[in-house]
T-cell receptor
C-alpha cells in the first residue's frame, strides 16, 4: 500500500520532554514537508526538504528540528523549546516540480500535559 | 510577501444552492494555485489546481490575476461536499505550499 505514513497517531508528552514524530513515504518523492494545523490558522509550514541531507526552515521552525538522512524518511522532533507544542502535525511529500501535487499523511496529534 | 486569504471561516448553505468559497492571494510572481479539501476523518487531499482547468466533483475555480483571486465554485451543493477547504499557492524555485486559514463548508439537507 503506497503512501505517506505518520506515527504515532496520538502522542502525549510531559512538559520539558522532546518528542519525535515519524514520517515515511514510499512514493519515491524527492520533497518532504512538515506542517502544523491549528484551528483558525490553517496549515503553517515548519520545515521542508527538497533533497536528501538538505532541509530549510519554514515559517514557524523555532522549537523544532528535522533530519533527512534517507529519501523516504523525514522525522520531526518537537523540542522542549517549542512554547505551544499541542497541535495536529501533518507530513507531506511531492516530486520536485513546483506544480506537482503534494500528498499528505493522516497526521499526528500531539498533546502536552 | 506571499499570502493566501480566505475571508470566511464558515459557509453554510442548503443542498442544491450555489456555493462560492473565496480565496485571494498576494504573490509577486506567477503562482500556482490549488484547492485542497479535508473531509471528516480523511486526510487532506488535492481537489483541483488552476493549471489543469478541470472540474472535480462539480467544483471549478478560475484564476483571476487582475483581482488576485481563485474562488471555488459549484452550482448545486451536495451534502457530501461538507468539508474543510483550503486554498493554497506555490511558486518560485520550491514547491512549498502556502495555505489559507481554511473555510468550513456545511451543506444542510
Amino acid at each position: 500500500d503506497g503512501g505517506i505514513t505518520q506515527s504515532p497517531k496520538y502522542l502525549f508528552r510531559k512538559e520539558g520532554q522532546n518528542v519525535t514524530l515519524s514520517c515515511e513515504q514510499n512514493l519515491n518523492h524527492d520533497a518532504m514537508y512538515w506542517y502544523r494545523q491549528d484551528p483558525g490558522q490553517g496549515l503553517r509550514l515548519i520545515y521542508y526538504s527538497q533533497i536528501v541531507n538538505d532541509f530549510q526552515k519554514g515559517d514557524i521552525a523555532e522549537g523544532y528540528s528535522v533530519s533527512r538522512e534517507k529519501k523516504e524518511s523525514f522525522p520531526l522532533t518537537v523540542t522542549s523549546a517549542q512554547k505551544n507544542p499541542t497541535a495536529f502535525y501533518l507530513c507531506a511529500s511531492s516530486w520536485s516540480d513546483p506544480s506537482d501535487t503534494i500528498y499528505f499523511g493522516e497526521g499526528s496529534w500531539l498533546t502536552v500535559v | 510577501a506571499q499570502r493566501v486569504t480566505q475571508p470566511e471561516k464558515l459557509l453554510s448553505v442548503f443542498k442544491g444552492a450555489p456555493v462560492e468559497l473565496k480565496c485571494n492571494y498576494s504573490y509577486s510572481g506567477s503562482p500556482e494555485l490549488f484547492w485542497y479539501v479535508q473531509y471528516s476523518r480523511q486526510r487532506l487531499q488535492l481537489l483541483l489546481r488552476h493549471i489543469s482547468r478541470e472540474s472535480i466533483k462539480g467544483f471549478t475555480a478560475d484564476l483571476n490575476k487582475g483581482e488576485t483571486s481563485f474562488h471555488l465554485k459549484k452550482p448545486f451543493a451536495q451534502e457530501e461536499d461538507s468539508a474543510m477547504y483550503y486554498c493554497a499557492l506555490t511558486g518560485g524555485a520550491t514547491n512549498k505550499l502556502i495555505f489559507g486559514t481554511g473555510t468550513l463548508l456545511a451543506v444542510q439537507p
